[in-house]
């Protein structure tokens, strides 16, 4: 039982390090900000309710008139012009990056080849290096 504590302990440790990171507090910023924009909430209410009917009609088969991708490419260009929304993607894409890393390291971790730098970083021995002569 102390293993799991132990690694409970470490994610714990993870998750507070995580927190603290600018991307992290960046999204929860710009999250707060698109939260309080109307202006750019309406838009993307408006995108998601457009998404949701042309998916209905198109699992029925049913076919997309003109006025519907007019309006879908007008929201489209709404969105990417809106301020509040771009900066919402980009925060939103730097969290997505870091968490990436993250588990890619985790996987890394569980694997046993972790890269040097970070292995004498959190004290783990880098994993050996195995290497395979062929005889040809």
Do not use: C, W
């Not at 909430?41 to 009917?53: G, P, T, W």
């Not at 198109?58 to 900066?87: G, H, V, Y």
């Not at 588990?103 to 972790?114: C, K, P, R, V």
């Amino acid at each position: 039982m102390s293993e799991m504590n132990e690694i409970l302990g470490a994610a714990g440790k993870l998750g507070a390090l995580i927190s603290g990171h600018p991307a992290i507090n960046n999204y929860k910023e710009v999250a707060r900000q698109l939260e309080l924009d109307v202006a750019a909430k309406n838009i993307m209410m408006q995108y998601e309710q457009l998404i949701e009917r042309l998916s209905q009609k198109e699992a029925a088969m049913q076919p997309i008139e003109i006025a519907e991708k007019q309006q879908f490419e007008q929201l489209q260009q709404s969105i990417a012009m809106q301020p509040t929304i771009k900066r919402f993607a980009q925060a939103q894409q730097d969290y997505m990056e870091l968490m990436k890393k993250v588990q890619e390291t985790i996987n890394l971790g569980i694997s046993g080849q972790l890269p040097p730098e970070i292995a004498n970083a959190t004290g783990t021995p880098p994993a050996p290096v195995s290497k395979i002569i062929l005889d040809t």
